[in-house]
């Protein structure tokens, strides 16, 4: 098993993680958000056999998916390959992944009583495939590897939820009902969250992301009050590990500063935000991750890479500006449009704070073409 310090060294001048760090470095690195999945046939035939829990509880299978897209894409840094919700299904919260659904609880957590179902998570023994997974991935990889967690908030909305939401109406109930048992949850997940991340770059991951994916759905307020003191716990636990730390959201924009007060280095825009707007709301000194719209690498490629332009322009040639898209790549995407983006990004993206002068941000004032015309 390789060491972990010794495959962080490997990777610590990678474009990705000196970009995370804000130091100068050649070409703006890129990766895709659920850049592996269902895009890819490869990854289609896989899933054909075996289910989503099967490759995830399969090392060899959970390694080989994380390697698919840097394979096909050249990404910059790979994504380890599990879900938000696998350490609390280890932990028998009793969670299923049902396709063309997600996650789904048999017995949801909605009150104090249900809280004692929820046990600490020791890594080695209730998740040792994703830690294995690790493993053979920092041994095969010539970039680094982002593990990541759900934050606190987000794997909530599933477990008192039930399943996806679009409301977030139970879990709002319980967080403005029963703010003790919303706390005493929370604080839980947050223990968790820890332990899995830390056990992660334990094995070698380079960088980490915590994904809190619905905290969009909360007034700045609220965020402030039930969710980002957690959040925060979670961020500062692992300062001492010295990892880049992602904190991503979408619909996000009225977040992003508290986001990244959290305790990011880094900060996920979806794209909602024009990427200058977004860096406008965020400290000197944090970076900033984003944000092509996912649906756009559905049109043609010169629409594509207008957009891609407007985002490279928007994010001005800073050194600490990480490509990604603004959410998770959509299944319909042509895996090779994604390889477009990468090499475009590549090739046109600049880290010395001037943009190319191919490179143009799109006015957002535009008016449709027929009208031009
Ligand atoms: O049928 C299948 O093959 C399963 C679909 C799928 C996949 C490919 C799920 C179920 N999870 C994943 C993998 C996954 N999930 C990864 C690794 C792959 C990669 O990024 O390349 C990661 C990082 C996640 C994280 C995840 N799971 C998030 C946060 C990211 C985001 O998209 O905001 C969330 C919210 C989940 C929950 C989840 N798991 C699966 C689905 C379909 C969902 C979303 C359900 C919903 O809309 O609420």
New binding site residues.
Partial sequence: MADPDVVRARHADSPFLRACRGEAHETVPVWF??????ALAE?REI?ATHS?EEVVHTPELAAEVTLQ?IRRYGTDAA???????TPVQALGMGVT?Q?????VVEEPIRTVGDLDRLRPLEPEADVPFVLDTVSILVDELDVPLIG?A?APF?VAS?LVEGG??RSYTRTKALMFGDPLTWHRLMDKLADITIASLRAQVGRGASAVQL?D??AGALHPLDYARHVEPHSARVLDALADLDVPRIHFG?NTGELLGRMAAAGADVVGVDWRTPLDEGRARIPVGVGIQGNLEPAVCLAEWDEVAARVDDVLARAGGAPDHVFNLG??VLPPTDPAILARIVERVHTLGRTDGTVDEQVRPLPIERRAATEDA
Avoid: E, N
């Fill in positions: 958000m659920r850049q592996a999945g269902r990854y899933r989503f897209p994504i380890l390959f599990s879900d938000i919700v992944i396709p063309g659904v997600g996650p990541f759900g987000t599933y996806p939401s994904f994916s619905w979408v959410h998770g």
